[in-house]
């Protein structure tokens, strides 16, 4: 290199540093990992499918209100969603952050004339991630009664080409743990269609940093959500614009974002899984970006923005499609909504089965929120 070579450079740097004056350094904003793991393994234990979700939308509540942030608005709508809204330094590009704590369920469909339960599915999966799962009938009265979900042929002693069956709605029944051979006995127990029927989620935190559960996906993103508020608040500081979290009861219905929403959004962030799988670009140690799901792209100058901020802050994040999803960023848009909306999340595997993350995966997640908000 030549000293005329050496002073171009030194010139082009003095030019990169005018254009982009040094920032004040970024506090961490990195969530404290104990609490995340405590109030997402306590939310996986707090049953919630679609329709179903004001017990686990209570312990979200306490979440957030034990977080202590003065400025903290909580709010329930009349549909059963929790709204949490945070003012910021500024108000007057409004941001809003939404995530669901809905999942997937069972519903009795028939009693059975041995009294077993037919069920109908809440939420989309295949049969077979429930099959010999753990279940609890939840009656109208309030009674709990447990249970297995097993197919009609379950001993291989008796049917030889048990395992070959198609498992289908006709095909899988509730044995209920309770004395009953008759339907009569059966709604003796006080068990009648329409009660719903909550899988064991059977949640497992392991010493190598794995989270291995059902209903990780939208659990994950709501203890991310959670994460960002956390560290920003024990950081001492406020989101730079005003932000209301939307935390939904009926996504995976397909309208959990339809309504709750402030109309002055500029834009919306959904914290929903990251699809880990083959051929996936996702995994369950960084933050998926959602360029684009079943439902079309997100918009791609938020999406832009959202890897600029985890590239900046070191953040590792895989941006990726998602093939058969959709989420409630998409039911705000569909029902009007204007915001600019993207999506990001912890990344899940076997979603919709016995799922599993990595802890690094919600914490990046939440620590990209975080930077977000003082974005
Ligand atoms: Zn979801």
């Given at each position: 290199?030549?000293?005329?070579?050496?002073?171009?450079?030194?010139?082009?740097?003095?030019?990169?540093?005018?254009?982009?004056?040094?920032?004040?350094?970024?506090?961490?904003?990195?969530?404290?990992?104990?609490?995340?793991?405590?109030?997402?393994?306590?939310?996986?234990?707090?049953?919630?499918?679609?329709?179903?979700?004001?017990?686990?939308?209570?312990?979200?509540?306490?979440?957030?209100?034990?977080?202590?942030?003065?400025?903290?608005?909580l709010?329930?709508?009349?549909?059963?969603?929790?709204?949490?809204?945070?003012?910021?330094?500024?108000?007057?590009?409004?941001?809003?952050?939404?995530?669901?704590?809905?999942?997937?369920?069972l519903?009795?469909?028939?009693?059975?004339?041995?009294?077993?339960?037919?069920?109908?599915?809440?939420?989309?999966?295949?049969?077979?991630?429930?099959?010999?799962?753990?279940?609890?009938?939840?009656?109208?009265?309030?009674?709990?009664?447990?249970?297995?979900?097993?197919?009609?042929?379950?001993?291989?002693?008796i049917?030889?080409?048990?395992?070959?069956?198609?498992?289908?709605?006709?095909?899988?029944?509730?044995?209920?743990?309770?004395?009953?051979?008759?339907?009569?006995?059966?709604?003796?127990?006080?068990?009648?269609?329409?009660?719903?029927?909550?899988?064991?989620?059977?949640?497992?935190?392991?010493?190598?940093?794995?989270?291995?559960?059902?209903?990780?996906?939208?659990?994950?993103?709501?203890?991310?959500?959670?994460?960002?508020?956390?560290?920003?608040?024990?950081?001492?500081?406020?989101?730079?614009?005003?932000?209301?979290?939307?935390?939904?009861?009926?996504?995976?219905?397909?309208?959990?974002?339809?309504?709750?929403?402030?109309?002055?959004?500029?834009?919306?962030?959904?914290?929903?899984?990251?699809?880990?799988?083959?051929?996936?670009?996702?995994?369950?140690?960084?933050?998926?970006?959602?360029?684009?799901?079943?439902r079309?792209?997100?918009?791609?100058?938020?999406?832009?923005?959202?890897?600029?901020?985890?590239?900046?802050?070191?953040?590792?994040?895989?941006?990726?499609?998602y093939?058969?999803?959709?989420?409630d960023g998409?039911?705000?848009?569909?029902?009007?909504?204007?915001?600019?909306?993207?999506?990001?999340?912890?990344?899940?595997?076997?979603?919709?089965?016995?799922?599993r993350?990595?802890?690094?995966?919600?914490?990046?997640?939440?620590?990209?929120?975080?930077?977000?908000?003082?974005?």
């Amino acid at each position: 290199m030549t000293v005329r070579q050496a002073e171009q450079v030194g010139l082009y740097f003095a030019a990169v540093t005018h254009m982009h004056p040094q920032k004040e350094p970024m506090p961490d904003l990195y969530p404290d990992t104990a609490r995340v793991l405590d109030f997402l393994v306590d939310l996986l234990n707090t049953p919630s499918p679609t329709g179903y979700c004001s017990e686990a939308i209570a312990c979200v509540a306490r979440a957030f209100t034990a977080l202590n942030i003065p400025q903290l608005v909580l709010e329930h709508t009349p549909k059963g969603a929790l709204i949490i809204r945070w003012p910021g330094e500024h108000d007057n590009m409004p941001r809003g952050l939404t995530a669901h704590v809905d999942t997937l369920g069972l519903m009795v469909k028939e009693i059975k004339p041995n009294g077993r339960l037919k069920l109908t599915q809440i939420g989309h999966f295949m049969w077979n991630a429930v099959e010999f799962e753990g279940v609890t009938v939840r009656t109208a009265d309030g009674r709990h009664y447990r249970g297995t979900v097993v197919p009609l042929h379950a001993s291989v002693h008796i049917n030889r080409q048990a395992g070959e069956e198609k498992r289908t709605d006709e095909t899988m029944e509730v044995r209920l743990d309770a004395r009953t051979q008759s339907a009569a006995e059966t709604r003796a127990l006080g068990i009648e269609v329409g009660d719903v029927v909550t899988i064991d989620p059977r949640v497992e935190v392991t010493e190598t940093g794995f989270i291995r559960s059902r209903h990780l996906d939208d659990k994950a993103g709501v203890a991310a959500l959670y994460g960002a508020f956390q560290a920003l608040s024990s950081a001492g500081l406020r989101p730079s614009q005003t932000v209301t979290v939307l935390v939904a009861n009926y996504e995976e219905a397909g309208h959990g974002g339809a309504t709750g929403l402030p109309g002055d959004l500029h834009e919306l962030v959904a914290v929903d899984m990251a699809a880990v799988g083959e051929g996936q670009n996702s995994d369950e140690f960084s933050v998926g970006i959602c360029a684009k799901d079943a439902r079309g792209p997100y918009h791609a100058g938020l999406t832009q923005k959202l890897c600029t901020l985890a590239r900046e802050a070191g953040i590792p994040y895989k941006v990726d499609i998602y093939p058969y999803y959709s989420s409630d960023g998409e039911a705000y848009w569909f029902s009007g909504g204007q915001a600019q909306v993207a999506l990001i999340g912890p990344g899940v595997d076997a979603s919709h089965a016995y799922e599993r993350t990595h802890q690094e995966s919600v914490l990046h997640c939440a620590h990209l929120i975080a930077h977000y908000l003082r974005s």
